[in-house]
C-alpha cells in the first residue's frame, strides 16, 4: 500500500463546491482507498491505495468527484514522501513559530516559465519567498490577505497550484505519523 496526501483545491470555499467530509470518505473508500482520514473541510486527505501512479489515481478520484458532487476539483496528490520532504525543506524554520504568516504552495508540475523577477517586485518588504523544486514557500509576516504576492503567485508561477499554511502542514505529519 502506498501512503498518499491529497490536497483538493477550491473545494468547501465560498460555499461552492460543497463536499462533506463524511460522504467524501465514503467515495474514497468506495474507490478502494484504506485509512481514508480528512483534516478540516478545505479538502486535506490521508489514505492508503495499492494504486502507484500518481496520474491515474488522480483521475480516478476527480472522475468519481465529478460524479458525486458534480464538478471535477483540481486534486494534487502528494506521496508521504513528497510531502515530508516539502515540510524538511522549509527555508524559513524561525516562521514556524506564527504558522499561519508560513504558507507552502505545492505546484501541480514543474514550471520552465516562472517570472522571478516580477515575483520580486510584488512582494512586500517584510516577506520572503524561495522555490525548491516543485514547492513555494511563502513567508508573509503581515498577513497572507495582504499580500499581493499570495494573490499572483501561481499566475507568476505559470502552472496551477494550492496552499497550505504551516498549521495544516504541521497538522497532515501528525496525523501521517499516527500511521
Known amino acids: 500500500m502506498n501512503n498518499w ?3 483538493l483545491r477550491g473545494i468547501n470555499v465560498g460555499g461552492k463546491n460543497i463536499v462533506p467530509m463524511k460522504q467524501l470518505v465514503e467515495m474514497l473508500l ?3 482507498c484504506q485509512n481514508v482520514r480528512t483534516y478540516i473541510q478545505s479538502g486535506n486527505v490521508l489514505l492508503r491505495h ?3 501512479n500518481v496520474q491515474v489515481l488522480s483521475n480516478h478520484i476527480a472522475e468519481e468527484m465529478l460524479q458525486k458532487f458534480g464538478f471535477r476539483p483540481h486534486i494534487l496528490l502528494l506521496t508521504l514522501a513528497q510531502f515530508e520532504q516539502a ?3 522549509n527555508p524559513f524554520p524561525n516562521a514556524q ?10 505546484l501541480a508540475e514543474p514550471s520552465g516559465k516562472i517570472d522571478f523577477e516580477r515575483l520580486k517586485i510584488i512582494k512586500k518588504d517584510s516577506e520572503a519567498f524561495e522555490l525548491i523544486e516543485q514547492v513555494f514557500y511563502l513567508h508573509a509576516p ?3 490577505g495582504r499580500s499581493r504576492l499570495a494573490e499572483k503567485v501561481e ?4 502552472v496551477p ?11 497532515l505529519l501528525t496525523l501521517a505519523a499516527q500511521d
Open 5 to 7: 496526501i491529497v490536497l
Open 30 to 32: 468506495g474507490l478502494g
Open 87 to 89: 515540510a524538511a525543506n
Open 50 to 52: 495499492s494504486e502507484s
Open 155 to 158: 499566475k507568476l508561477l505559470a
Open 161 to 171: 497550484t494550492t496552499a497550505r499554511n504551516w498549521n495544516t502542514v504541521s497538522k
Open 142 to 144: 503581515e498577513g497572507i
Open 97 to 106: 513559530s506564527e504558522p499561519k504568516t508560513l504558507h507552502v504552495f505545492f
